[in-house]
């Protein structure tokens, strides 16, 4: 029977064994009876402490002895404990959720004072609760509604009162706070409470709302004033359209009165939408909210906007609104800034940047037909500085745009004329079966530039330069293609101007080479690789014992051997010089370095205390603010005398100096320099700045002396320029006299001083010393040697 409660029962006997448990108890202990039974009860049963069985708090509660046995029983405490804890947690929890609540709450007592204040008063008031309990003074900082806080005072807000009271209160930081507050029952059991009040915070949808009622005064003031017209429609469940109302710019904008229209289906309202197109894609830019730019036309059905732009979106379901701007002054703007953009503003002619894309179109279409043809013409004036700075460039403009017009007459329409900048054009041809089209261009191109241009009374000749690209060539881009053109263009201007060169891959190759040799020529100098050799100027002459000759001085030459290249000649890297500027710095080393070695070689032999060093002088020098400084300096620095020193300029740079290279040539004129005219006879043919220049000597140039005897003609300038010379009291060098027989004729002619292969080829510095050493100033004719002169003082030729 007993086994049939669900009551855990046992006995311990006298031992402290279990003497009987129940079937209860053994599902308690865990373990079968006859396990237990026998057993010491304690190991079971613990010490006087709570069980824990199967996660569930039991007491052991046990009979008192009787013949030192004892009955007991367990008794599941577990849920008589939860229901103790949760009494006595319930409160407890409820005062923290109460305080925590995202709701205002706070409470009074009789007298008024505040007795409850949860988080969410702290938070928005920025009271807290010690500050707030018990302390009637708060009153004054809270509630500016003197009313109100009366009636908090008097405890006259009770549970019972109808809806919610706005009061605005001022919080900690003076801020002014609008909450809604309601009585509401008791919240907490608390002793002295006589009324609560719960509040929510409604400032910010206070602002919000003052804020969306600005929002909607400023868009209905926007809407008045506007200067875009806006239209506002009513959409029907059909799909049709309702005007509804117009601003005032609308009026303006499209001549018309609206107020008329309120109510039309928008067909109606606007005529010229009804049955067109027009009228389904504005229905679909209102419904789908789209932009779109489109012409407009007037009541009287005539265009009378060619740009309008419209923007169409939904403000509210089953209403939308059309916004538009009259953009006809914009459409006009566009285009003329398309063309300023696209068009060469003096000549109308493309511009760069279109000539550009045309190339590039050009390309794309190569690569996509191999029948295609293409070429790019680039055309440079010659000399067209010298127009705008000796007539002005009012003047040069007109020329340009005459030279447009002319190039324009040369190509076809499909064609493109272009201004690069300045006075450089491109002509790009498309389109043609054969490259001998870009070649009869060309050849018209310089026909229709041969005639002078007349400009204000005046007679301009213009020539031009120009570079040709085929289609056929390989390129990867219009960069390249210009490129290409350009390195041609540069080609025929080296060439001697008013030339056509074609662009050729061997071109580029070589243009490469020099883009190198310009870069390496910055270090060449310090690092050593330029050097100078001697090539020795003899003076012969006759005295009552015979013939003499002279050591009379050297002309120093620039040489410069590559640590990888080897030797450059002076043919090569000289106008790589020029071009690039670099002339300047290595003709002041030349003349640095030829002076200190011939100083020295004075100090060493007296025979050469007269000998002068020829050096020439780069036009591009003269002109720098520096020049004369750096002479005088290279002068102190050496110790070679003014006298010792001749300067050789080129006839064509004499031409070209003005007024202050003259003075600084004549200043060092003073100082004891002399002058010679290199290549004389191979530049310009006015001779009128022989008599204006303080020249000593007259340089005949090679191309000359070596014709002396082909033919009477050369014979005949050579006597003419010697005559001159000695006319203006001026010495002649031959240069380039290689022949016992053009030593003679000069001779014969009157000429004194020598310069050639004939005599010694240009030396290194340490083979020129050795030639001065040996060099015999009493050498006759008759001892001249084969090999020269330079076998006459044991030289190799």
């Not at 988080?119 to 109100?148: K, M």
């Not at 109808?162 to 209160?169: K, L, T």
């Not at 201007?493 to 490469?512: A, D, E, I």
Request: one cysteine or more; charged letters at 25%.
């Amino acid at each position: 029977m007993l086994d049939a409660l669900d009551h855990p029962l046992f006995t311990i006997d006298a031992d402290g064994a279990f003497s009987f448990l129940n079937l209860a108890a053994c599902r308690a202990l865990g373990h079968p009876r006859a396990q237990l039974l026998g057993a010491r009860a304690a190991d079971f049963l613990g010490h006087g402490q709570p069980l824990v069985l199967h996660g569930r708090e039991h007491l052991v509660h046990l009979s008192d002895a009787q013949k030192g046995a004892r009955a007991g029983q367990l008794l599941d405490m577990t849920d008589l404990r939860d229901t103790e804890l949760a009494c006595a947690l319930g409160d407890k929890r409820l005062e923290l959720l109460v305080r925590n609540l995202p709701l205002l709450l706070h409470a009074h007592d009789e007298s008024g004072a505040i007795v409850f204040w949860n988080q969410e008063c702290e938070r928005v008031l920025g009271y807290r609760a010690e500050e707030a309990v018990g302390n009637l003074g708060i009153y004054e900082r809270l509630y500016p509604d003197a009313d109100y806080r009366a009636r908090v005072l008097a405890n006259r807000i009770k549970p019972d009162a109808a809806g919610g009271r706005e009061v605005v209160m001022r919080a900690a930081d003076g801020a002014e706070r609008t909450i809604i507050w309601t009585a509401v029952p008791q919240a907490l059991p608390m002793p002295g409470c006589t009324a609560w009040q719960t509040g929510v915070d409604k400032t910010a949808q206070k602002s919000a709302e003052s804020a969306l009622a600005e929002a909607k005064r400023q868009v209905s003031a926007l809407f008045l004033a506007s200067p875009m017209g806006m239209h506002l429609y009513r959409l029907e469940p059909d799909g049709d359209l309702i005007f509804v109302g117009a601003n005032p710019a609308a009026d303006t904008i499209l001549h018309r009165d609206h107020s008329r229209l309120v109510g039309q289906p928008v067909e109606t309202a606007f005529p010229e939408l009804a049955g067109s197109e027009a009228a389904e894609r504005f229905r679909r830019a209102c419904r789908l909210g789209e932009s779109w730019k489109t012409g407009h036309f007037d009541s009287q059905g005539e265009q009378a906007v060619s740009a309008y732009e419209l923007h169409c979106f939904q403000t509210e379901p089953g209403a939308c609104a059309c916004m538009f701007l009259d953009q006809t002054e914009q459409h006009r703007l566009e285009t003329r800034l398309r063309t300023q953009a696209l068009y060469d503003q003096l000549t109308g002619v493309a511009n760069r940047s279109l000539c550009m894309e045309r190339i590039d179109t050009a390309l794309q279409r190569a690569k996509r037909r191999p029948d295609y043809h293409y070429a790019v013409i680039l055309i440079d004036l010659d000399r067209f500085k010298n127009i705008n700075d000796t007539q002005g460039h009012t003047i040069g403009d007109a020329v340009l745009v005459e030279t447009a017009a002319r190039l324009r007459a040369c190509v076809r329409e499909l064609d493109t004329v272009a201004r690069m900048g300045g006075d450089e054009f491109v002509i790009v041809m498309e389109e043609f079966d054969s490259y001998k089209r870009p070649i009869q261009a060309i050849k018209r191109i310089r026909e229709e530039l041969r005639p002078p241009v007349s400009v204000q009374g005046l007679e301009l000749s213009v020539s031009a330069s120009i570079g040709l690209v085929l289609g056929s060539t390989p390129a990867a881009s219009a960069e390249e293609v210009l490129r290409n053109a350009n390195l041609a263009l540069h080609r025929a201007k080296t060439m001697g101007r008013n030339r056509v060169k074609s662009f050729t891959p061997s071109l580029l190759t070589q243009t490469v080479r020099v883009v190198r040799l310009e870069s390496e020529m910055d270090h060449a100098i310090a690092r050593g690789e330029f050097f100078l050799e001697f090539q020795p100027i003899i003076q012969l002459g006759k005295t009552q014992l015979g013939n003499t000759r002279q050591l009379f001085g050297f002309e120093a030459l620039a040489r410069w051997r590559h640590p990888e290249r080897g030797l450059i000649m002076p043919s090569e890297f000289i106008p790589i010089a020029e071009e690039s500027g670099k002339v300047v710095e290595l003709g002041y080393w030349a003349l640095r370095e030829g002076s200190r070695i011939l100083n020295t070689w004075r100090g060493r032999y007296p025979h050469l205390a007269n000998a002068m060093l020829s050096v020439n002088l780069s036009p591009q020098q003269v002109p720098k603010p520096d020049f004369l400084p750096r002479m005088r300096e290279i002068l102190h620095e050496t110790g070679l005398p003014a006298k010792n020193l001749k300067l050789e300029v080129t006839e064509t740079a004499l031409m070209q100096s003005g007024a202050t290279v003259l003075n600084k040539l004549t200043e060092l004129r003073d100082m004891g320099v002399t002058f010679s005219v290199d290549d004389f006879g191979t530049g310009y043919s006015s001779l009128a700045y022989l008599t204006r220049l303080p020249l000593d000597h007259l340089k005949i140039d090679l191309s000359f002396v070596q014709m002396l005897e082909s033919g009477k003609e050369n014979l005949e300038i050579v006597r003419a320029i010697i005559q001159l010379a000695t006319s203006l009291r001026m010495d002649v060098v031959a240069e380039g006299v290689e022949t016992l027989s053009q030593q003679g004729i000069l001779q014969g002619l009157g000429c004194e001083y020598f310069q050639g292969y004939l005599f010694a080829r240009p030396l290194p510095a340490d083979k020129a010393e050795e030639f001065l050493r040996r060099f015999d100033t009493a050498l006759t004719d008759g001892d001249m040697p084969a090999g020269g002169m330079s076998a006459a003082c044991g030289l190799p030729d």
